[in-house]
């Protein structure tokens, strides 16, 4: 994709940011509101023209203001993710997670599944291999909140995937490096035809301990990635370096 200039990123950031929260195009007028910009509504109206023409945004109506494409929230992921963090309510209420984990690891999977999905207000899912045991939770009661669920299609995608995790749990390490937490946006999930979801995930493999898993949020493509990403990488981190 092309380099944006400083003005540009800020811009589709503030357009980015502004249709997590709002679930509606936005204008130029919109975006001066805010007050992020001390530039004429014309110039921001050029700006976003050019962020169109360079494939980081679309316009659904002629009339309507933008929306951020694929491409635009790839490009969001990989430049913000690692200034993310938890937030230090959320620090606080985790604080004791560790000792969870290494006291009763299926009743700390139960909590990181609820924490997940509560946080990042998406469906939440771990998949583990603990010895013989095959565990698989979910929780997928926060995306009701979400219009794009009110879709057949997307709830439709929404399901395949989780079936496909479940069937597939021994391919998530090959999908996500172990270690390392991923964003699959639309069509980067190669589960099934997916054009419409987001998937944030980590996936673990301790062999002295023997156990393996991943832990996941899924949600529509607008997520709040600010909130998920940081909630995945927590959580991975525990899980991948207790073994006791």
Known sequence: MRPLSSRQQDILDAIIEQYIGNV????????Q????????????RAEMAALERFGYLVQPHTSAGRIPTDEAYRAFVE????????????????SGF?????RDKVQALERAVDETAAYSHGASIVGMMLGDQ?????RLSNL??????????VASEMLGVIDALQKRRADVSDMAEPGITRAFIGRDIRMGRVNSLSMIVRSWRNRPAGYSGFIATIGPIRMHYEKAFPAIDFFGDIFSTFDE
């Open 33 to 44: 509101k805010v007050g992020r910009f001390n530039v004429s509504s014309a110039t921001l």
């Open 24 to 31: 509606v195009p936005i204008s130029s007028e919109f975006l």
């Open 98 to 102: 560790a000792n969870m984990w290494r």
């Open 79 to 94: 430049r913000q993710a690692k200034g993310w963090s938890l937030s230090d309510k959320i620090k606080e209420k985790l």
């Open 144 to 153: 009701r909140a979400q219009p794009e669920f009110h879709s057949y299609e």
């Open 134 to 138: 095959a565990i698989f939770l979910q």
